[in-house]
Each structure stands twice: as structure tokens, then as C-alpha cells.
């Protein structure tokens, strides 16, 4: 009868250490979770500005402007002359 008291003590300590795990890794699941939310979002923000600047850079870069600009000095060259 001790034997079985010993086993039955230790298998209800071992079911009582592995709620316990089971409830601290479900509480690291929900951090984890948190934190790809809060990544995710960052990320969309960031994506957001990248094509914004990509925009900027190609208007920036373009021909058109690019003529305007050259037009622009040689009419200043022109009326300074």
C-alpha cells in the first residue's frame, strides 16, 4: 500500500508540474502572437513609406522633370544675359 501511495503522490505531482508548463507556454503562444500582430503592422506602415519613397524617387528621376528643370536654368541663363 506505500508503494501505491508513493506512485500515486508522484504522478500527481508530475500532472500538476505539467499544467503548469502547459500553462506557461500557452501564456509565451499568446506573446508571441502579440508581437507578430504588433510586426505585422510595422511592417505594412514601412511597405507603405517604401512605395511612397519609390514614388518620390521615380517622379523625382523622370524625363519630364528632369526637362523641366534644364528648361527652367536656361531661361534664367537667358534673362540673366
Known amino acids: 500500500m506505500n508503494k501505491l501511495s508513493f506512485i500515486l503522490v508522484c504522478s500527481v505531482f ?3 508540474l ?9 501564456w509565451e503562444n499568446v506573446q ?8 505585422t503592422i510595422q511592417n ?5 513609406l517604401h512605395t511612397k519613397l519609390i514614388t518620390e524617387l521615380n517622379i523625382l528621376n523622370s524625363n519630364a522633370k528632369n526637362e523641366n528643370i534644364d528648361k ?10
Open 14 to 16: 508530475i500532472n500538476v
Open 18 to 26: 505539467l499544467a503548469l508548463h502547459l500553462v506557461k507556454v500557452r
Open 32 to 39: 508571441l502572437n502579440e508581437n507578430i500582430e504588433a510586426l
Open 44 to 48: 505594412n506602415k514601412v511597405l507603405e
Open 72 to 81: 527652367e536654368k536656361k531661361k534664367k541663363i537667358e534673362n540673366d544675359e
